[in-house]
């Protein structure tokens, strides 16, 4: 069964929806799923729908939601990163309290794992606290966000240029020149910019949060599962450029992360096989947490993959 909710933050209404188990455990374990980057509660190929279904019916609730202004939550803004961080504890707390949960996991993938440790490692009361952590192909690495697929790139000015002034009927825009000479002057003001590698203001907060990722994966002190896909680059990123030698001293925690590497995954666990296999992880590593048994997954941080040597992980 799943129950539409709208969660209060800051005047905005996010608009989110809970899968309730029809028969839940003794121990009400509730999930919240925080989505990637450009996506919404229902995540590519509907990999979020599905995950919510599949634990409400392994008797945990669930809930998914959309940021401010996104999806079907109403109102225009532009999102940033502090944005997400403000919806995301809006949501656990509202979670907690109004299915009296008695623990609340943080599920994400991408930024949302970013957003999941974020709000772990740094809970402003007891309501936004996240009692344990699963974090699939972990945004951490700051370089990653300057990348085009996060609307980030650099500007090749001569193209533009060459797009913008000389493209189309090229006498009737020197005929109209002196009409659009104000909006000329914004233009290349836009473009000189940009090409002078001016960063925008979110790119740099953004970088900021990203960068204190490793931080609060190191400071966060509850369990945690980590999982990457073998047809993505993240692990490597975070092992090489994150977490080199362990310098984050995550296998040294009281409770280290579990580990589980996915095998001819893509970043979003396209297929239909492969989100099958997720969520038969994340299940099997709740069910354990739930019953207070040992938790699953490979106990010490793996090293950089190279060629199949990590598909025994498994």
């Known amino acids: 069964m799943r129950e539409i909710v709208l969660i209060p933050c800051d005047g905005w209404k996010l608009h989110g929806l809970v899968h309730v188990p029809l028969q839940p455990a003794d121990r009400r374990v509730g999930v919240i799923l925080f989505h990637e980057n450009q996506n919404t509660k229902f995540g590519a190929h509907r990999l979020f729908k599905r995950l919510g279904d599949a634990l409400a019916q392994a008797g945990f609730y669930a809930l998914r939601y959309d940021d401010r202004g996104n999806c079907d939550s109403p109102g225009i803004c532009e999102l940033t990163i502090a944005h997400r961080l403000a919806d995301a504890r809006a949501a656990v707390a509202y979670f907690r309290a109004q299915y009296s949960l008695d623990v609340v996991v943080g599920w994400g993938l991408c930024l949302g794992a970013a957003v999941a440790v974020s709000c772990g490692a740094e809970p402003r009361n007891a309501q936004e606290k996240l009692d344990a952590l699963i974090l699939c192909n972990i945004l ?13 790139q650099k500007t090749n000015l001569p193209q533009v240029a060459k797009d913008v002034f000389f493209r189309g009927n090229f006498l009737r825009k020197i005929l109209n020149a002196h009409r659009n000479l104000s909006a000329h002057r914004t233009k290349l003001r836009i473009l000189a910019a940009r090409y002078l590698r001016r960063q925008p203001r979110e790119l740099v907060r953004l970088r900021k949060a990203i960068g204190r990722v490793g931080k609060f994966l190191q400071a966060y002190q509850g369990p945690s599962l980590m999982i990457f896909s073998e047809k993505d680059t993240y692990l490597t990123e975070f092992v090489e450029r994150v977490n080199p030698g362990d310098k984050l001293g995550l296998n040294q925690k009281a409770q280290p992360p579990a580990w589980i590497y996915v095998k001819n995954a893509d970043h979003m666990f396209a297929s239909g096989e492969k989100t099958a296999e997720l969520t038969q992880y994340t299940l099997e590593w709740l069910e354990a947490f739930r019953e207070g048994r040992p938790l699953g ?11 199949v040597s990590m598909a025994e992980l498994v």
């Open 140 to 152: 951490a690495d700051p370089a990653r966000v300057s990348r085009p697929e996060w609307g980030y």
């Open 297 to 307: 997954g490979v106990s010490m941080m793996p090293e950089a993959p190279e060629g």
